[in-house]
């Protein structure tokens, strides 16, 4: 049974820092594409972030240069460290893991919450 388990969110104020992370388990995890989608309340889930199994890894526009995530093949766990965080990126924050036309699985989400 594959699990994706998100931990380290929270409240943190404007500017501040959290590092997210993700536990798999139950797959393959070196073959697997890992990303991380947000999601606001009344706004559709959107992708933030994914690093390939190759370790490439891509960005929404909105956090390019204060998101950073990074993959641990060794641990199966994927960490997203989210700096000068901003009001908007309160979100609930998921854990995605992915072969394409092979399997898609989520997290249960981990909320993270910007605010003075």
């Known amino acids: 049974q594959v699990q994706l388990v998100e931990s380290g969110g929270g409240l943190v104020q404007p500017g501040g820092s959290l590092t997210l992370s993700c536990a798999a388990s139950g797959l393959t995890f070196s073959l697997y594409a890992m990303s991380w989608y947000r999601q606001a309340p009344g706004k559709e889930r959107e992708l933030v972030t994914a690093?390939?199994?190759?370790?490439?890894?891509n960005y929404a526009d909105s956090v390019k240069g204060r998101f950073t995530i990074s993959r641990d093949n060794a641990k199966n766990m994927v960490s997203l460290q989210m700096n000068s965080l901003k009001p908007e990126d309160t979100a609930v924050y998921y854990c995605?893991?992915?072969?394409?036309?092979?399997?898609?699985?989520w997290g249960q989400g981990t909320q993270v919450t910007v605010s003075a």
């Open positions: 995605n893991a992915r072969r394409p036309f092979l399997a898609n699985y």
């Open positions: 690093i390939s199994s190759g370790g490439s890894t």
